[in-house]
């Protein structure tokens, strides 16, 4: 398969929303979003990439307040990001709470230069934090000049490896893991479990991953940040890291990658795909009792 254009830089944000009082600022919020998306445009990024929620926190207000949060798609805070993508001919993803019709969702739109190509709502939702949210049930592929992009939200593609593995079977070179991952007060390997899923994601699947989490605290959690790039390595079996991991600190982590890679990998992930036997693949998707 032959794509248009094979180098992309890709930045991925650690981002900490404004929170005023107890309650999200989501317009203090979305000026921070536009500037950051301006300083990584003005070094040279195509493609910039926002935590999950990042309009809103992801924990730290009621439920009460989730309605007043949650904006259409397109609404308001994506026409106001549309703008810098269409003047800085970049391509934006974020965050956000979706108003659709009478459901809200946990979604991420996708927005270029003409507007916003795409969105996807998180089909795999953490009880724990999202008893708001109407779960997504589909995964649109977002087509840009590098080819058809994919996009999962946190816990989707650490748990749940068929989600980029779909996007993969239909094209993606580019995988983007829109998160916000906390510091769990029951277990301190978060940063292992991070970085090996995102890893074996990339392997199993022959593709690149831009990862985007937040950092700071939002209600109970603190959220370790960590942004990431990885990818296939030429000449290796394993995933190389492109960019980062950032810190605890908000910043910007950028790399420009040449996804014709994927066109010579060592020979034990070359055939990946072709020696897949979805025939036998049936108990997969059998409900668990």
């Not at 979305?30 to 992801?58: D, R």
């Not at 600190?249 to 795909?273: P, Q, Y």
């Amino acid at each position: 398969m032959r794509y248009k254009q094979s180098i992309v830089k890709i930045a991925v944000v650690n981002f900490e929303p404004v929170i005023t009082g107890s309650k999200p600022d989501k317009a203090a919020t979305l000026e921070k979003i536009i500037s950051l998306s301006i300083k990584a445009a003005k070094q040279g990024a195509n493609i910039i990439v926002f935590p999950e929620l990042a309009l809103t926190s992801y924990t730290g207000f009621s439920l009460k307040d989730v309605y007043e949060l949650s904006e259409p798609i397109p609404g308001p805070s994506t026409n106001t990001v549309q703008e810098v993508a269409s003047k800085y001919n970049v391509y934006i993803a974020f965050g956000m709470i979706e108003r659709r019709y009478s459901k809200l969702h946990n979604s991420v739109p996708f927005i270029g230069p003409e507007g916003v190509l795409g969105v996807y709502r998180k089909v795999h939702l953490a009880k724990f934090a999202e008893e708001w949210a109407t779960p997504g049930d589909s995964y649109p592929l977002i087509q840009t000049p590098w080819g058809p992009i994919g996009i999962g939200i946190c816990y989707d593609n650490y748990c749940f490896p068929e989600v980029p593995r779909i996007y993969a079977l239909r094209g993606a070179r580019i995988h983007l893991n829109v998160t916000a991952f906390p510091q769990f007060p029951d277990a301190n390997d978060y940063w292992d479990f991070y970085i090996t899923t995102l890893g074996a994601r990339s392997i199993e699947n022959n593709m690149f991953i831009a990862s985007a989490n937040m950092v700071g605290k939002q209600g109970d959690f603190e959220y370790f940040g960590h942004s990431v790039i990885i990818g296939p390595k030429p000449g290796k079996m394993s995933y190389q890291i492109y960019a980062g991991p950032l810190g605890k600190e908000e910043g910007i982590a950028m790399a420009e990658l040449n996804l014709s890679v994927l066109d010579n990998l060592c020979i034990g992930v070359r055939t990946i795909f072709e020696d897949r036997r979805p025939e036998t693949y049936a108990p997969i998707v059998e409900r668990r009792y």
